[in-house]
Nanobody
Framework: QVRLVESGGGLVQAGGSLRLSCTASGRPFSDLSIGWFRQALGKKREFVAAIKMDGSDTYYTDSVKGRFTVSRDNAENTAYLQMNSLKPEDTAVYYC?????????????????WGRGTQVTVSS
């Protein structure tokens, strides 16, 4: 069983930055593709970004391109989501998710393992 734990959320002013971390246990981290999702209050959960098992490819939703960067350190069993130029509309609970699929995907149903989330609040 894979366990994922997110950290790094908090309150930041618009234009600021945060770095989220997702630490995994229970399986070699290099077996896992990682996705980041978010869910704002009253809205459906949406895809944010994903990174392949070896970090060789990434994928972003349009609204975060150029502002967010996903990365990973397999030696540390940790993936990161660097979020810059934050906007109030980025406010949400951010989740990391993992699967064993080689191809990157934004499809929530293809992720087998989920963390409990970390709150990000961006004030205007």
């Amino acid at each position: 069983q894979v366990r994922l734990v997110e950290s790094g959320g908090g309150l930041v002013q618009a234009g600021g930055s945060l770095r989220l971390s997702c630490t995994a246990s229970g399986r070699p981290f290099s077996d896992l593709s990682i996705g980041w999702f978010r869910q704002a209050l009253g809205k459906k959960r949406e895809f944010v970004a994903a990174i392949k098992m070896d970090g060789s490819d990434t994928y972003y939703t349009d609204s975060v391109k150029g502002r967010f960067t996903v990365s990973r350190d397999n030696a540390e069993n940790t993936a990161y989501l660097q979020m810059n130029s934050l906007k109030p509309e980025d406010t949400a609970v951010y989740y990391c998710a993992a699967n064993l699929i080689i191809l990157l995907t934004a499809r929530e149903g293809l992720y087998d393992y989920w963390g409990r989330g970390t709150q990000v609040t961006v004030s205007s």
